[in-house]
Each structure stands twice: as C-alpha cells, then as structure tokens.
C-alpha cells in the first residue's frame, strides 16, 4: 500500500498537470541543462505566439504577463512534487491523520492553481482578448504533447542503440 500512495494521491489530486521543465526531471532521468530548457521556453513562445496569431503589440502585453504566470504555476508545481515526495519517502507505513493532511494539502495546493489560473485568465482577456485566451490552453496543450513525444521518442532511439537489457 505504502508503494502505491504517490501514484493514488497523484491520480486522487490531478497533482501536477506537465510543464516542460519537468520532462526529464524524473528520479531516473538527468535533470535538462538550463541551456536546453531555455531552448524549449524560446520554443514554446514562438509556437504560442504563432498559434494565437499575437500582433507585436499583443505579444508585448501578453508575454510579461504569462512569464509571471508561469513562474508563479512553476512554484506550486515544486511544491507539489515536494508534497508527494513526503508520501513516497516515507519510511513508515503512514497513519490516518498523516495520510489525510498530504491530501489536505495537496488539495489547497490545486485552489491555489485554480485561483492562479482565474487571476491570469482575466489579465490575458484584457490583453488579447477572450477567443485568444482559450486558444491559449490549446496551443500549450498542444506544443507539451509534441515536447513529450519527441521525448519519448529520443528515448526509445537510445533505448535502441544500448541494445537489449540483460537481467529483465
């Protein structure tokens, strides 16, 4: 049971929806340099940028705003992680009340997401509008998936060339 409680208060919480800083942060992984996580950022304004059709005054309003959003997003995603770091650790089975405050926790971590995404949902209509606002969702929705995927693919190809694993 101990084993399956980050992956049920994960699921239980929706914890952390993916951020492209977190693609290869994974326990087993090398952290991404930050020259490649530059790179992706850069990536994901132009494909954002081009995605909502930003005139240059748009994007001049709309990208101080994101960038602050974001980092803000970022934050509570760490502290998240670090919230079902503390489930996953453990060295004891948790108790009741232990278990019940990860969850609490994680719960007002996500009001807080929720509450940041209505404060910043309302700035971005002021400044691009509302049509491009929920086009917003979609264009990251859509640049993380193509993230992903060229992640698991890159992966797989050096899965490949190590050759098969030997003992599994």
Known sequence: MKALLPSILCFALSAASFAPSAVAQDEDLAPISKDRLQEIKAQKSAYITTQLGLTPEQAQQFWPIYNEMDEKREALRREMKDILKVGRDSDKELTESEASQLIEKGLVNRQKELDLEKTYT????????????????????????????????????RRGKEGPQRGR
Not at 128 to 148: P, S
């Open 122 to 157: 309302e700035r971005f209509k002021k400044a691009i509008g509302a049509v491009k606002t929920v086009q917003l969702r979609k264009a990251e929705h859509d640049f993380n998936r193509e993230v992903l995927r060229k992640f698991r693919d890159r992966m797989e190809d």
